[in-house]
Nanobody
């Protein structure tokens, strides 16, 4: 089965940095989109950044300029480098992708288990 496994979350002070990783594994044929969402307590899940089908990057306006998304195609891994973190960045960060496998003719949506990022003031 396809899995998305996040790592790199933790507790940091405001102004600090974190690098999140998401590794996809399984019998993957192709990936449509892959990136990061987050969900703060009491709020809806929102896009942080993602690679699009056209290999462009979509950014969430509130974090634009403070984050860099990158990927390693050989490892099927995406990274989210975050700097100048603010308390409002506190959330569970989820890896997300649309992936096609040999078992399914269409792209299916996958979510990682989430990694907690807590930014103290």
């Amino acid at each position: 089965q396809v899995q998305l496994v996040e790592s790199g979350g933790g507790l940091v002070q405001a102004g600090g940095s974190l690098r999140l990783s998401c590794a996809a594994s399984g019998n993957i044929v192709s990936i449509n989109r892959m990136g990061w969402y987050r969900q703060a307590l009491g709020k809806q899940r929102e896009l942080v950044a993602q690679f699009t089908l056209a290999d462009t990057i979509d950014y969430q306006d509130s974090v634009k300029g403070r984050i860099t998304i990158s990927r390693d195609n050989a490892k099927i891994t995406v990274y989210l480098q975050m700097s100048s973190l603010k308390p409002e960045d506190t959330a569970v960060y989820y890896c997300h992708a649309y992936i096609r496998t040999p078992a399914r003719p269409l792209y299916s949506e996958y979510w990682g288990q989430g990694t907690q990022v807590t930014v103290s003031s």
